[in-house]
């Protein structure tokens, strides 16, 4: 079966420092791994993927991710935080040899103070 | 191109009652998914349509029903309404290239149902 843990709840960092958003995931075949971000009244954005290749990937709005496949984690990270990357963050996998359908996260909530 | 969109944003309803949403595609876009938001179960996934046939299913109960049309639109029925079917419910779009998986999907707003 598939699963996704983040273990972090909430995420605060300052401005203008790096962050971190946390996930592993568990499948029984290869990961498709997905970060999606979510502001309040909105439905999910999707920020970046991993399927195949280099395991820094690299997204929207300055987001990139890195694929680990030995720790079975793909955390989310930017290099400089900006108060308006506040909002509910999710890890999604699917299994690409077994899987039916995605598996999401239970969400992190990322606050940048200013 | 225009968004994925769902109608309607909002809906009360009373327990027992039965509603029906709907989920508008991103143009070109064949597969629909719908997923219910909760505080406390978080994301779930209901089903996912593809030309018109459901391909996938979540492990929710036969109240919960959808269909696609010929032209992608899609619609997700709850039947008996009980207080905790509450929840945003989101519908999300997208383009795959088969059965690969390896497509991102695209979400609309929600329709944020209330059950009193």
């Known amino acids: 079966a598939q699963s996704v843990a983040q273990p972090e709840d909430q995420v605060n960092v300052a401005e203008g420092n790096p962050l971190t958003v946390k996930c592993t995931y568990s499948?029984?075949?290869?990961?498709?791994l997905f970060w999606y971000v979510q502001y309040p009244n909105r439905g999910l954005q999707f920020l970046l993927k991993?399927?195949?290749?280099?395991?820094l990937v690299k997204g929207s709005y300055g987001f990139e991710a890195e694929f680990n496949k030995s720790q079975t984690s793909f955390h989310l990270k930017k290099p400089s935080a900006l108060v308006s990357d506040s909002a509910l963050y999710f890890c999604a996998v699917r299994d690409a040899d077994y899987g039916q359908n995605f598996v999401f996260g239970p969400g992190t909530r990322l606050s940048v103070l200013p | 191109k225009a968004g994925v969109t769902q109608t309607p944003r909002y809906l009360i309803k009373t327990r027992g009652q039965q509603v029906t949403l709907s989920c508008s595609p991103i143009s070109g876009h064949r597969s629909v998914s719908w997923y219910q938001q909760t505080p406390g179960q978080g994301l779930q996934f209901l089903f996912e349509?593809?030309?018109?046939?459901?391909?996938n299913k979540g492990n929710f109960p036969g109240r919960f029903s959808g269909r696609q049309f010929s032209n992608s639109r899609s619609e997700m029925n709850v039947s008996t309404l009980e207080l905790g079917d509450s929840a945003l419910y989101l519908c999300?779009?997208?383009?795959?290239?088969?059965?690969?998986?390896?497509?991102?999907?695209?979400f609309g707003p929600g329709t944020r149902l209330t059950v009193t």
């Open positions: 999300a779009s997208s383009y795959p290239p088969g059965r690969s998986g390896d497509y991102e999907q695209y």
């Open positions: 349509y593809f030309s018109e046939t459901q391909r």
């Open positions: 499948v029984s075949g290869n990961p498709y």
């Open positions: 991993y399927i195949t290749g280099d395991n």
